[in-house]
């Protein structure tokens, strides 16, 4: 073994390509802090130079290292260190349409469930298919793995679960390296590992669930936002029609709880955002009607002050969904796997 002070360590015995112990001893000694994020590293020809390697074999060693965001090139002075790195952690880049607690809660889930030999970084793309692609574009080949939920918005601020452009980017990646989350895209195939949410048979479920109950009232209100931010999936209120039509039960469709609304007994709500949910409850109060009794109310996706409020939910479990892509990685399976939705009757109908 040829050991100089560049530090680069050469087995002309080995198997293991000559490009490939380059890479791993600049990444051992970043590792072990000889090498510090911004300190220059040996030129090309240095290296070739001293171990007679082609340039070609350095070359590609230091072109992978570009692509993993180990080390970076400036022009005209060299190579530099770019980042810390752990050959023992399991790098993921973590791309979240946006930031809500319940996103951070699949979130937190999924980097306590892999551990401390794990470096997991998030980024947000706000929902925007093209920063979603630049992100993945700038991080190609830096990562062990890749997790995506994928939810979009166009022009007019509506939901969209497809973008071709997105799709090509994603198919770049190994299939063995990629995760989609919260939303299912079928395009990817079956050899992408998936754990997704149903938003239209999830909902017609929850509500038949739910259907004896619900039967007392005159009529279902879906409070569905329209032109938010970030749109929620049009399928939601599919699978609210299905259910209604199915049962023979009147419904209506409404964008948001507005102020001083006129409330009618008997009629029962379904509310996505939380604003709503505390608008609405704030004029139940208000007019003296009894929750559950006058007025029903279930509220889209689980938290704490609902439960302690008593407030009736139907949810995806968040936590599983983190548990499941967890698992996924540190066993390698590549499954498609509908996360767990629940209905849960706190009395509020």
Do not use: Q
């Given at each position: 073994m040829i050991e100089a002070p560049t530090s680069i360590r050469i087995d002309s015995e080995s198997r293991i390509p000559k490009y490939q112990q380059i890479v791993n001893s600049i990444?051992?000694?970043?590792e072990k802090g000889s090498l510090s994020v911004g300190e220059k590293i040996p030129s090309i020809n240095e290296i070739s130079e001293e171990y007679y390697l082609s340039r070609d074999t350095v070359e590609k060693a230091y072109n992978l290292l570009k692509k993993k965001k180990i080390i970076?090139?400036?022009k005209g002075k060299g190579y530099y260190v770019a980042r810390n790195v752990s050959q023992s952690q399991v790098k993921v880049l973590f791309l979240l349409n946006k930031l809500s607690n319940y996103k951070l809660r699949i979130y937190n889930s999924f980097v306590n469930s892999l551990g401390a030999d794990a470096q997991v970084d998030l980024h947000i793309y706000h929902?925007?298919?093209?920063?979603?692609?630049?992100?993945l574009n700038e991080n190609t080949g830096a990562y062990d793995y890749y997790v995506v939920m994928p939810h979009f918005k166009d022009d007019d601020l509506h939901h969209n679960n497809y973008n071709q452009d997105v799709i090509d980017a994603l198919r770049k990646i190994s299939p063995d390296k990629l995760i989609i989350m919260d939303n299912y895209m079928p395009d990817l195939g079956d050899e992408v590992a998936s754990i997704y949410q149903d938003f239209k048979m999830d909902i017609y479920k929850a509500l038949k669930e739910g259907q004896a109950r619900l039967q007392k009232y005159d009529t279902l209100i879906l409070v569905y936002p329209d032109n938010v931010i970030y749109p929620y999936p049009k399928e939601i209120k599919q699978g609210f029609k299905k259910f209604c039509v199915e049962f023979g039960l009147e419904f209506e469709i409404i964008n948001t709880i507005y102020p001083e609304m006129e409330l009618s007994p008997n009629d029962a709500y379904i509310l996505i955002e939380e604003n709503d949910l505390v608008n609405l409850m704030r004029q139940i109060r208000d007019e003296e009607y009894l929750l559950g009794e006058d007025v029903g109310v279930i509220s889209y996706?689980?938290?704490p002050l609902k439960e302690l409020l008593g407030i009736t939910v139907m949810s995806t479990d968040f936590k599983?969904?983190?548990e499941t892509a967890a698992y996924m990685i540190k066993k390698r399976k590549k499954e498609v796997v509908k996360n767990v939705f629940n209905f849960i009757d706190r009395g509020s109908i």
């Open positions: 990444i051992e000694d970043i970076v090139s400036v929902c925007d298919p093209k920063s979603l692609l630049n992100l996706n689980d938290t599983v969904m983190g």
